[in-house]
């Protein structure tokens, strides 16, 4: 054995052995290590601000779902009803909800007495304001939607004042009666022993979804139905318009277009358009459609077409990502058996892009479904206490939608407006999950694998 093979090579290098780990792989593992622990803070941070944020809204939006009512038999005097005693309804017309106010406030003093429920010493008025505004409106509509209801007995369910409603709730106490003009300690301590009788309860409020909009006398009668109309119209006409128009431009960019300076140009500027601020169309909607081309303001003809131009960059996108996603052997051997342009893209490239094209349709729609800043520039923010009529003639009378009346019923001061809007966040957010939903497994279903 040579001294060289003895000693082996003099390379200078300090010898590591596999078993112990060198500096530099331990600087390694411990970069490896805080990025990873960095990632799963991150996730975690992520995790606890959507819940702080989901539980907010549902702590303060579950009870805007169920109502404070007071149950009461009300017998319809045709005496008082139909001062004519013909049952026409043109004559019933002329009762007023004054009149439904006395025989509501009538009613309510005899319940009182035949459950032997102390009034506390308070007067009729103090009586009467525990019960809504909105009450005798209802029941003067029941009546004359059923004018057999005459001379009979039923079982009203009416609503309580805001401040009741609030009180059953936990939001309105006897500390904050002391300095609040619409309701007072003895009001409040006369609910518990209405509680007590039965008379007065919480229950489900399916008028929440189908009432309109109230004034700010009236919070506790607030509701989303001209909102949940207006995002439908809304939704709609964004579909007809957008979806084909989108469709199509896409099918001609990926297909039919010469590649040149041109649809470069094009491309880029649908790309630059779908990252413009949705308030940017707000404002081009109210100068073009409503100042100069004279559209009804509030109108949701004006918010579809607003919504339209804000949502076709970004189906167009989606689309044509689909159509990429088509494999170029598909479009070879349609063409290759006989089949002219036009039928290799309807008849083999765009039915299998129909999964794709379906998911981001319905994933921007999701999106137009959410945005308010256009909306609130056309007008749509506006108080509409009337339900708009059917298409077509519908889409040019003034409606609101649900992102728009979250926003109205923030900016009230009433508590109960509050409340309301935490609920119509709730209702928004289901709307969506849905749409989501719908997107995730209309991909699964069609999906193919190539």
Not at 182 to 189: D, M, N, T, V
Request: hydrophobic letters at 50%.
């Amino acid at each position: 054995m040579t001294d060289f093979t003895a000693s082996g090579p003099a390379t200078g290098r300090p010898k590591h052995s596999i078993l112990v780990e060198a500096a530099s792989m331990r600087r390694r593992n411990a970069s490896e290590l805080r990025f990873h622990i960095y990632g799963i803070a991150a996730i975690v941070i992520s995790l606890a601000t959507l819940f702080i944020m989901l539980w907010t809204i549902f702590s303060d939006g579950v009870s805007s779902f169920y109502q404070a009512k007071l149950t009461i038999p009300v017998t319809l005097s045709s005496e008082l009803l139909d001062p004519e005693g013909n049952g026409n309804r043109d004559d019933m017309l002329k009762v007023t909800t004054v009149g439904y106010n006395k025989l509501l406030a009538a009613a309510f003093d005899a319940e009182l007495k035949a459950k032997g429920v102390d009034t506390g010493g308070l007067s009729a008025k103090d009586l009467s304001a525990m019960v809504s505004k909105d009450a005798a409106g209802d029941l003067r509509a029941t009546v004359l939607a059923n004018p057999a209801l005459l001379d009979t007995t039923i079982s009203a369910d009416l609503l309580a004042t805001g401040r009741v409603d609030g009180y059953l709730k936990g939001r309105v106490t006897m500390e904050t009666a002391v300095r609040d003009n619409q309701i007072s300690p003895e009001q409040l301590q006369l609910a518990d022993r209405l509680s007590a009788a039965g008379i007065l309860s919480t229950k489900w409020n399916w008028d929440f979804f189908t009432n309109p909009d109230a004034s700010d006398q009236r919070p506790e009668a607030a509701g989303l139905g001209v909102a949940i109309l207006g995002s439908l119209y809304l939704m709609i006409l964004v579909a007809i318009m957008c979806v084909p128009v989108g469709v199509a431009a896409s099918i001609y960019l990926e297909e039919f277009a010469p590649k040149n300076r041109w649809t470069d140009l094009i491309e880029v500027n649908i790309s630059n358009l779908a990252a413009v601020p949705s308030i940017v169309y707000g404002i081009l909607g109210l100068a073009i459609f409503i100042n100069f081309m004279g559209l009804p303001q509030s109108s949701t003809l004006v918010g579809g077409l607003v919504i339209s131009l804000m949502v076709l960059p970004t189906i167009i996108i989606a689309t044509r990502a689909s159509i990429r996603a088509v494999p170029p052997s598909i479009r070879d051997a349609a063409l290759g058996v006989g089949a002219s342009k036009m039928q290799m893209v309807l008849h083999h490239v765009l039915p299998l892009a129909a999964p794709g094209i379906l998911t981001g349709t319905i994933l921007g729609l999701a999106t137009a479904l959410g945005e308010t800043a256009p909306l609130l520039l056309i007008g749509m923010v506006a108080f509409v206490d009337n339900y708009p009529s059917a298409p077509v003639e519908g889409f040019l009378d003034p409606a609101t939608a649900l992102p728009v009346q979250v926003y109205g019923w923030a900016q009230r001061a009433d508590p109960a407006f509050i409340e309301r809007s935490s609920g119509a966040i709730i209702v928004l957010l289901a709307f969506l999950v849905v749409m989501n939903v719908a997107a995730i497994l209309l991909r699964r279903k069609f999906e193919r694998r190539w």
